[in-house]
């Protein structure tokens, strides 16, 4: 069985792309690696990329000379972790309150690690997690 070695993105589709960039730019501090009007694509830290789509822009086959890439979109709020170290959970608390935004829950793992969850503009529920979240982390 051939292996799989991690994520490399994660997307999430947005209504609005400039108050999305705001949030994740100004906000979460990501520094954006290519953007125009239909995708955002962020440096996430350690290879991973945190794509941004405008909802509905995707939805058809992007067809360049260098290949195809499927049509993909969709609907309602979802969920994705970025992994902090254990000593900047106060230190994104404390950004979070400056910005305004709640947070909505806590979660102290079993094996030691932290979560705090929050939500981005729309809707989707962002965590930021310490080391000890799961067997791998």
Not at 46 to 56: E, I
Request: net charge negative; hydrophobic share 35%.
């Amino acid at each position: 069985m051939p292996s799989l070695e991690r994520i490399l993105e994660t997307a999430i589709y947005t209504a609005d792309m400039e108050r999305s960039s705001h949030f994740y730019e100004e906000v979460m501090g990501l520094k954006p690696m290519f953007a125009d009007q239909r995708l955002t694509a962020y440096d996430a830290g350690s290879g991973s990329v945190f794509l941004v789509f405008l909802r509905g822009a995707s939805q058809d086959s992007v067809v360049l000379p260098q290949g195809t890439i499927p049509g993909h979109d969709s609907q309602g709020c979802l969920h994705f972790a970025f992994a902090i170290r254990t000593n900047e959970l106060g230190p994104w608390e404390e950004r979070l309150r400056e910005h305004n935004i709640e947070i909505e829950a806590r979660m102290n793992w079993t094996r030691g690690g932290r979560s705090i969850y929050f939500r981005d503009p729309d809707g989707h529920l962002v965590e930021l997690a310490t080391p000890g979240l799961w067997p791998n982390y």
